[in-house]
């Protein structure tokens, strides 16, 4: 529990949209597909000790490749820049957060064996660049933020579209502001179950190796 956090508010620990506004398909050879563009990202991460969220405008691919005919590997690379603000959620006399730019960087990697068993390892990282307030800061100070977040997860197929899984979660968050040093907060290491299952489509009718 985080001293002083509410807790009702705290229940959301996760929340992301992301979808391609402007871009096309591409293929390289007969096993891989991919689409790449401008995509559009919304992104909310609360993991108790520290918030951030974010709306941004990034350039990224998302691909598949079928390396045989039961194991399909799937990756996404995207690298945008948009608005948004972070900060701590524990003691109120002690929070402090920052708001302005935020670049960020996504990398995820996906392996899918025969649509019964999901392994899948995302890395994000976000620099928050700007004004903040709260915890002895000005409005007027200019600081930064640097928070990774890595996400790894195994999810087991149990009938037709329901599989159970358990993912491995790991944040940090390093801020500092002009003339008051550099702090460093981070979550700890949590396990946690889920319930979702994302199928993969049919294998290509010919090319994929057998």
Same mark, same amino acid.
């Given at each position: #529990?985080?001293?002083?956090?509410?807790?009702?508010?705290?229940?959301?620990?996760? %929340? %992301? !949209?992301?979808? $391609?506004?402007?871009?096309?398909?591409?293929?390289?050879?007969?096993?891989?597909?991919? !689409?790449?563009?401008?995509?559009?990202?919304?992104?909310?991460?609360?993991?108790?000790?520290?918030?951030?969220?974010?709306?941004?405008?990034?350039?990224?691919? &998302?691909?598949?490749?079928?390396?045989?005919?039961? /194991?399909?590997?799937?990756?996404?690379?995207?690298?945008?820049?948009?608005?948004? %603000?972070?900060?701590? &959620?524990?003691? =109120? %006399?002690?929070?402090?957060?920052?708001?302005?730019?935020?670049?960020?960087?996504?990398?995820? $990697?996906? *392996? /899918?064996?025969?649509?019964?068993? #999901?392994?899948?390892?995302?890395?994000?990282?976000?620099?928050?660049?700007? =004004?903040? *307030?709260?915890?002895?800061?000005?409005?007027?100070? /200019?600081?930064?933020?640097? !928070?990774?977040?890595?996400?790894?997860?195994?999810? &087991?197929?149990?009938?037709?579209?329901?599989? /159970?899984?358990?993912?491995?979660?790991?944040?940090?968050?390093?801020?500092?502001?002009?003339? $008051?040093? !550099?702090?460093?907060?981070?979550?700890?290491?949590?396990?946690?179950?889920?319930?979702?299952? *994302?199928?993969?489509?049919?294998?290509?009718?010919?090319?994929?190796?057998?």
């Amino acid at each position: #529990m985080v001293p002083d956090a509410d807790p009702i508010s705290n229940l959301n620990e996760n %929340a %992301a !949209i992301r979808g $391609l506004l402007l871009g096309t398909s591409y293929e390289l050879g007969d096993d891989y597909r991919g !689409i790449w563009g401008l995509f559009g990202i919304f992104d909310y991460r609360s993991p108790q000790v520290f918030r951030i969220s974010t709306t941004a405008l990034g350039l990224g691919t &998302v691909g598949q490749w079928w390396l045989t005919r039961q /194991i399909a590997l799937q990756g996404t690379v995207l690298g945008g820049v948009g608005f948004g %603000a972070s900060g701590t &959620v524990g003691d =109120k %006399a002690e929070r402090d957060y920052h708001y302005g730019v935020v670049p960020e960087v996504l990398l995820g $990697l996906r *392996a /899918i064996f025969d649509e019964w068993v #999901m392994v899948d390892a995302t890395g994000r990282t976000y620099f928050v660049a700007g =004004k903040g *307030a709260g915890g002895g800061i000005s409005t007027s100070d /200019i600081g930064s933020e640097i !928070i990774n977040r890595v996400n790894l997860g195994r999810t &087991v197929r149990v009938w037709g579209p329901h599989g /159970i899984g358990v993912q491995y979660l790991v944040s940090t968050r390093d801020t500092s502001v002009q003339g $008051l040093g !550099i702090v460093t907060s981070g979550s700890r290491p949590s396990t946690s179950p889920t319930t979702s299952w *994302a199928t993969r489509g049919s294998a290509p009718s010919s090319g994929a190796p057998r």
